[in-house]
């Protein structure tokens, strides 16, 4: 049983029969008698991912305790504090000689202030709210907001990259300077690749955002990476899509990857988006943006985009591993699916078992490509036996694209035709650097800690 | 410069000289309204860290491998409102930069992943400290977050939990209330702190530490060290805090009638809280008399003005050294009056420390001016410009030469963040004493820190879930919960141990020792409780360095002891076989040989004679008959040659 209203919020039986039974409501300023001893607080609401069993008291100090049901013998109610929370607004200045920038919510935490009380992360993002918490914004353009959609970054998917990218479109074509979306971490670098697929000749930059710290800690990268991102689409000649993050794990600058080519590479670490294979569009810093290559789409004065917000779902993505069965496979053809995406090992290969299930799905009109598991470097599928059998079955070799961003792309070409020619040209006809023709030597560069060159490097450079 | 009557002090307090510490009564104390709590940070004695599995207590005090470059960021409290600390180490655009090694920091320490779940031994430990103390015990640890905006934890605030709450300890006739026993993780240590840019060293970062926070119970400076050693005692008796250098630091809060709850950080040694408490009592005394003469002058928060006047041509070319030096480099030299505070500036605040100090301190820490002197006042008597400079300044803000002027000298940015954060204190001058933490100097003086940060700093962790405590756990740690030293006196007083012997085995180590053996005593034998007491704390006695260390041999030879097979003496040897008594008769016999063996001569004096005939039989004799008897037999033997 659960309360079902916020008088008793978050408890359940037997602690809400307790504060019942009490007449102790959430928010009551309280002493519990235990066998424990005295303890005096404000009863606060329970987290509902919490057990049954604890009710949480904020003492005066600011701590909170739990207090076990069966420990409390009376409570003694003094009076009544409730948290009523309001996020300041302070309008957002209008500068008419700065440009117009529009930052596009999917439900990251870019912005966010804490309710003290309760713990919970309220997220901030109209102008004023915005420009309450991070006011520099202000000093790099005029800023307009809208939130498209409010949801942990694992849930966006097909529907609502088509969704953001219709919404890009249309404001591209009310004449921004430039667009920020603000996105979980998590799958940023999948949008990222969708919106470069559905977004095609950009006149404008279209930036997204999030942060690896939550912005309600004084650590937080979100300010900075949003600064960043914010000065990116207002000022940078750079128009493509692209993702804006730290360089370093050191507050220092920010870079800027192209959307096809970027990649979430460590689970927490503030630096974690990387570029593979290649190096970044550039850099960005309180004194602007500075390219790193010069072979990057440039900002034009149009208002027009080429709009192509499609996606066909019957997509997957297996990543290959020793022994598996062709009943992965088989699954796949049973269940309906119109395009695999294989991570293989190596230069591209998957063992032998696979092979009459590949041979079903080529049977069955499903398109299959090949990517690498290594996340470096092309897949190759002449050099080893293996390879050619697996072309012989109808696996095409997708050279250089990341494995995310391959699903991504066919899910997205699968939109446009089930034509199995079509669907290949679209494949492996680069749209924005997720085939390139060469790798460069520095595109892979994962430092190996523990060598005495590499640490002389780290000893003498800010990490 | 003599001050024209209506600047004259009235408040008899700053006219006459400060009380020196060790001066004043408890009376003296008592008319002041001296308050003061303690806050004991002990670590724990943990193999691993709170919140990761780095190694606990390793310190590489000169290597480093990286670093890394952050900033603090404040964010808004649920008022919409910066906390006053936040807004100060944000002015301070202070560049953080942390040293890493990889031996004893892990990406956890450097904000670059979430946490661990907390140490179950550093609990359990706090666990049994909270019982000590008598603390009511919660049943579920909820982790909260305790803003730090200083850059001392790279995360911006420490984890920290109650485990106990409303204990007391008593103390003399009465008793010490303890708030509260917490459980957190330690912060950086500072490695330098110069302009714009502060150093910390990582590795005491995530150490788990035990806070011990007091009721402010204590009335006298001495009463503070006191029940500081008793809480020390506490802990250290419970075996589960490190001991040794840096191990154990203290926070003191201080205040007086009319005063502010001062909080002083970074206390080293508990002999160095009377001094340091005498002396902001003194503070805190000091600053209420010059509110008052403010008052009486008129000046008010309002009637102050934060108005900078460049006087950089003013002071062009002058002989001070170290303003040319600064203009030299391009600095710009910035005058503020304060009219109304004229002969305020230099009253004692502390000893060697006058109210100016306050204003320095504030340029020093603020708006990063710390190269001292950072500041030179008008009205002062010690070189800085000459008098016709002054007066150039002087006129140049538009004051009487009377009027106190500061300058102070640096960039633009930060001689105007400096000549704010002199008005503000001028303004918190007519308050009293302001709201800030101060910092424990050498010199038993305190300075200024940090604004003292609000309650709305606290907020709930969000990456780990609260912790519940099952009765077993709890109970497990009841049982083993140490007697504390008044217990273990009336544990004594009951065993008829006298009450000098009592006191100081009660604080002994050697009491875990006594506890465990003085149950084997026969209740009438003459090898008693009070014979084993001032036995283990004989300086000869070998002492094991822990009950587990002592092994089964004080068992056997305490059972030795109390049947009279070995004295006490025998033990000090420490073999592994204590030497039997011998039978009196036996032993008389081997004493009259060795009295036969005395060179001829002896000397003539009485206490020489029997010097060297102790040294005569006692090679025969050590540990084999008890001293004092053969002390009797030559007593005796010397009474019959006199005679």
Not at chain 2, 561 to 581: F, H, Y
């Amino acid at each position: 049983m659960t309360a079902d209203n916020d008088d008793f919020k978050g408890y359940r039986s037997p602690t809400l029969d307790l504060l019942q039974a009490q007449s102790a409501p959430v928010w009551s300023l309280a002493t519990l008698h235990t066998t424990r001893g005295d303890f005096s607080g404000l009863i606060l609401p329970r987290s509902v991912t919490a057990d049954a069993d604890h009710i949480v008291l904020k003492l005066d100090t600011g701590y909170n305790i739990g207090v076990r049901h069966d420990k409390v013998q009376r409570i003694t109610v003094h009076g009544r504090k409730e948290a009523k929370y309001q996020i300041p607004e302070r309008a957002f200045p209008h500068d008419p000689k700065k440009p117009r920038v529009k930052l596009l919510g999917t439900g990251g935490t870019i912005a966010s202030r804490l309710d003290y009380r309760t713990g919970a992360v309220i997220p901030a993002f109209s102008p004023g709210e915005l420009y309450g918490s991070v006011p520099e914004l202000a000093d790099v353009c005029n800023m307009e907001t809208e939130k498209l959609y409010g949801v942990f970054s694992e849930n966006m998917g097909p529907e609502e990259w088509m969704g953001t990218a219709r919404a890009i479109a249309a404001e591209i074509e009310k004449g921004v300077a430039g667009i920020v979306v603000g996105h979980g971490t998590d799958t940023m670098h999948h949008t990222a690749a969708a919106l470069s697929f559905m977004l095609q000749d950009l006149p404008v930059p279209v930036v997204m955002v999030g942060s690896q710290r939550s912005s309600d800690r004084p650590s937080s990268d979100a300010a900075i990476n949003l600064i960043n991102a914010t000065r990116t689409a207002a000022t940078s000649d750079i128009a493509e899509v692209m993702v804006c993050m730290f360089g370093p794990t050191s507050d220092q600058y920010g870079l800027l990857h192209r959307g096809t080519r970027v990649r979430k590479m460590h689970s927490s670490y503030r630096s974690t988006f990387r570029t593979l294979s290649d190096i970044p569009l550039g850099r960005v810093d309180l004194t602007g943006v500075t390219p790193y290559r010069d072979d990057y789409r440039r900002r034009r004065s149009e208002r027009k985009v080429d709009l192509k917000a499609v996606f066909d779902d019957r997509v997957s993505l297996v990543y290959y591993y020793p022994a598996m069965k062709p009943d992965i496979i088989d699954s796949l053809i049973d269940n309906g699916y119109k395009g695999i995406i294989i991570a293989g090992t190596g230069l591209g290969h998957v063992n032998k078992p696979l092979y009459p299930a590949l041979d079903r799905a080529r049977t069955a009109g499903v398109h299959v490509y090949m990517t690498v598991q290594t996340m470096w470097g092309y897949v190759q599928m002449y050099v080893y036996e293996t390879g050619r059998e697996l072309m012989g079955l109808g696996v095409i070799p997708a050279a250089n694209m990341l494995p995310e961003v391959a699903y991504v792309k066919l899910g997205w070409a699968l939109g446009q035709s089930q034509d199995h020619d079509e669907v290949r040209r679209l494949m492996l006809t680069p749209v924005n650097g997720e085939i390139t023709d060469r790798e460069p030597h520095d595109g892979y560069l994962v430092l190996q800690g523990g060598s005495p060159e590499v640490a002389e490097f780290i000893s003498s450079h800010w990490k | 410069m003599s001050l024209s009557s209506q600047y004259r002090l009235t408040d008899p307090w700053l006219l006459q000289p400060l009380p020196a510490w060790g001066t004043l009564s408890d009376d003296d104390y008592a008319a002041l309204g001296f308050r003061c709590g303690l806050e004991i940070h002990q670590q724990l004695l943990t193999a691993r860290k709170l919140f990761c599995r780095c190694p606990a207590g390793r310190y590489n005090r000169d290597h480093h491998d990286a670093e890394i470059l952050r900033h603090m960021r404040p964010t808004l409290s649920e008022m919409g409102e910066y906390d006053g600390t936040a807004l100060m180490e944000f002015k301070t655009r202070k560049e953080i930069v942390y040293l890493l090694n990889r031996e004893t920091v892990c990406t956890y320490e450097m904000d670059d992943a979430p946490p661990f779940e907390m140490d179950d031994l550093a609990l359990d430990g706090s666990l049994l400290m909270a019982m000590l103390l008598g603390c009511n015990v919660v049943s579920e640890v909820h982790i909260t977050r305790k803003q730090y905006l200083d850059g001392s934890i790279p995360t911006g605030f420490q984890r920290t939990a109650i485990v106990g709450t409303d204990g007391e300890v008593p103390f003399g006739n009465r008793s010490v209330r303890i708030r509260q026993i917490s459980i957190e993780e330690d912060s950086c240590r500072e490695v330098s702190d110069r302009g714009h840019r502060r150093v910390y060293r990582t590795d005491r970062l995530g150490m788990p530490l035990i806070e011990t926070v007091t009721d402010p119970d204590m009335r006298t400076p001495q009463e503070a060290m006191a029940v500081g050693q008793i809480l020390r005692f506490l802990a250290r008796s419970g075996g589960m805090v490190r001991t040794g250098a840096g191990a154990a630091r203290q926070d003191v809060n201080v205040s007086v009638t009319g005063g502010t709850r001062i909080e002083i950080k970074g206390v080293p040694s508990l002999r160095e809280v009377g001094r340091l408490t005498h002396n902001e009592a003194l503070r805190q005394r000091s600053l209420l008399g010059i509110r008052g003469e403010l008052a009486r002058r008129g000046v008010t928060a309002e009637s102050i003005t934060d108005r900078l006047v460049d006087v950089t041509p003013q002071v062009r070319g002058t002989a001070c050294g170290f303003i040319a030096q600064a203009v030299a480099q391009g600095a710009v030299v910035g005058a503020c009056a304060l009219p109304g505070f004229q002969g305020l500036l230099d009253v004692s605040t502390q000893p060697r420390t006058s109210f100016l100090k306050e204003f320095s301190d504030r340029v020093r820490v603020i708006a990063c001016l710390d190269e001292l002197p950072n500041l030179a006042l008008s009205t002062q008597n010690v070189p800085s410009l000459s008098s016709a400079e002054w007066e150039r300044v002087s006129k140049a803000c538009n004051v009487a030469a009377d009027v106190p002027v500061i300058v102070v000298w640096g960039s633009r940015a930060d001689i105007e963040t400096a000549s704010r954060e002199i008005a503000i204190r001028a303004r918190d001058a007519t308050l009293g004493v302001p709201n800030e933490t101060r910092q424990a100097l050498d010199d038993g003086t305190n300075g200024f820190e940090r604004i003292l940060p609000g309650a709305d700093r606290m907020y709930p962790d969000t990456d780990l879930p609260p912790i519940p405590l099952a009765d077993a756990r709890v109970d497990a740690i009841a049982a083993r919960v140490p007697l504390r030293p008044w217990e273990r006196l009336e544990r004594l007083r009951a065993l008829e141990v006298g009450a000098d012997l009592s006191a100081r085995l009660s604080r002994h180590r050697a009491w875990d020792l006594f506890a465990h053996l003085e149950g084997r005593l026969p209740t009438d034998g003459a090898f008693d409780a009070a014979a084993l007491a001032s036995l283990l704390l004989d300086r000869s006695c070998p002492r094991p360095a822990s009950l587990s260390a002592a092994g089964p041999w004080w068992e056997h030879t305490v059972d030795a002891l109390a049947c009279g097979r070995v004295i006490p003496e025998a033990v000090w040897s420490g073999e592994d076989e204590p030497t039997a008594r011998l039978d009196d008769g036996e032993a008389r016999r081997l004493f009259e040989d060795a009295l036969a063996s005395l060179p001829n001569p002896l000397p003539t004096a009485a206490d020489k004679r029997a010097h060297a005939m102790m040294g005569a039989v006692m090679p025969a004799l050590r540990g084999r008959v008890p001293g004092s008897l053969v002390r009797r037999w030559i007593d005796e033997t010397l009474a019959e040659v006199r005679s």
